[in-house]
């Protein structure tokens, strides 16, 4: 059974802090991963990630993949309060495209 | 203004009511699918389908019906809704997630209650 599984379950930091979430994966024909922010409602995407070893950036978030040891981590820097929401991590197979969403983050932002 | 939009957005019924969540999207996106997504649980796909008369199951697609007669819309059916239905619905599309780079658009979600 394919599985995601999302590390630290929930953090609280300051502004100004790094934070760096966890994304692990057991999910046969793995093709991609998608990093997702969810604030009150519906995700947001962030990043699709397929190459091992290449860093994404946007802004103050970056992620990477490897796919030898089947994880990903985002990393936000210089945290602000507008970053406080769930931040979710899934996995796409490569036949059927079929997703696999890991229980996501909450990072909490305090001012 | 591209969107992917869901009625209703609240729904409290009773078990064993059919209903039909609709899922409509103006992008001309051939991938749509639905997820469910319950506290500690994240979000887990229930179906999805990668263009017109095509569909196929997700990770728990037990007690759900979907249709894809048209490109733009996907509805969820429940006929028989139970209370471990109740649950918040998502329903999500993109381009073609056989292109790397396509990211998934999210509808604004459903709450639905079944008593």
């Known amino acids: 059974e394919d599985k995601v599984v999302q590390s630290p379950l929930s953090l609280v930091v300051h502004e100004g802090d790094t934070v760096t979430l966890n994304c692990s994966y057991e999910v046969t024909n793995f093709r991609s991963l998608l990093w997702y922010k969810q604030e009150k409602k519906a995700p947001t995407f962030l990043f699709m990630l397929?190459?091992?070893?290449i860093e994404k950036k946007s802004g103050r978030l970056s992620s990477i993949l490897d796919k030898k040891e089947l994880f990903s981590i985002l990393n936000i820097t210089a945290t602000q309060t507008g970053d406080s929401a769930i931040y979710l991590c899934?996995?796409?197979?490569?036949?059927?495209?079929?997703?696999?969403f890991g229980g996501g983050t909450r990072v909490l932002v305090k001012p | 203004e591209a969107q992917v939009t869901q009625n209703p957005r609240y729904l409290i019924t009773v078990t064993g009511k059919k209903l039909t969540v609709t899922c409509s999207q103006n992008m001309n996106h051939e991938y749509m699918s639905w997820y469910r997504q319950d506290p500690g649980l994240g979000l887990r796909q229930i179906y999805y389908s990668m263009n017109v008369e095509v569909t196929d199951k997700g990770d728990v697609p037990e007690g759900y019906k979907v249709s894809r007669k048209e490109k733009r819309n996907f509805p969820l059916i429940l006929e028989s809704p139970s209370p471990n239905q109740t649950s918040l619905y998502f329903c999500?599309?993109?381009?073609?997630?056989?292109?790397?780079?396509?990211?998934?658009?999210f509808g604004p979600g459903t709450r639905l209650t079944v008593l």
């Open positions: 899934a996995a796409i197979k490569a036949a059927g495209n079929k997703l696999t």
């Open positions: 397929t190459s091992s070893g």
């Open positions: 999500a599309s993109s381009l073609s997630l056989r292109l790397a780079g396509h990211e998934q658009f």
